[in-house]
Nanobody, 112 residues
Framework: QVQLVESGGGLVQAGGSLRLSCAAS?????MGWYRQAPGKQRDLVAT???????NYADSVKGRFTISRDNAKNTVYLQMNSLKPEDTAVYYC?????????WGQGTQVTVSS
């Protein structure tokens, strides 16, 4: 069983920064982050492969950066220039075909 342990969520002011971390129990080829705001669906934020290929939602391009440290089995999400509309529960994601794994989620709240 794959376990994903998240950290780094919190409360920040608009324009501030936050860094999320997700430690996996094993190396996984595709990892990323999704988010879900109250009353909304869970949407892609960013993904990254073991080779470093990345994909971002249009809403976060230029502000968020996904990266990974394969030696530590950890994926990061650096969030800069945060906006109130970024407020959501952020979920770590991992894919081992054909199964998707999810973290418990960490709350990110951006105040105006």
């Amino acid at each position: 069983q794959v376990q994903l342990v998240e950290s780094g969520g919190g409360l920040v002011q608009a324009g501030g920064s936050l860094r999320l971390s997700c430690a996996a129990s094993r190396i996984i080829g595709v990892m990323g982050w999704y988010r879900q705001a109250p009353g909304k669906q869970r949407d892609l934020v960013a993904t990254i492969t073991s080779g470093g290929n990345t994909n971002y939602a249009d809403s976060v391009k230029g502000r968020f950066t996904i990266s990974r440290d394969n030696a530590k089995n950890t994926v990061y999400l650096q969030m800069n220039s945060l906006k109130p509309e970024d407020t959501a529960v952020y979920y770590c994601y991992a894919r081992i075909y054909p199964t998707a794994y999810w973290g418990q989620g960490t709350q990110v709240t951006v105040s105006s």
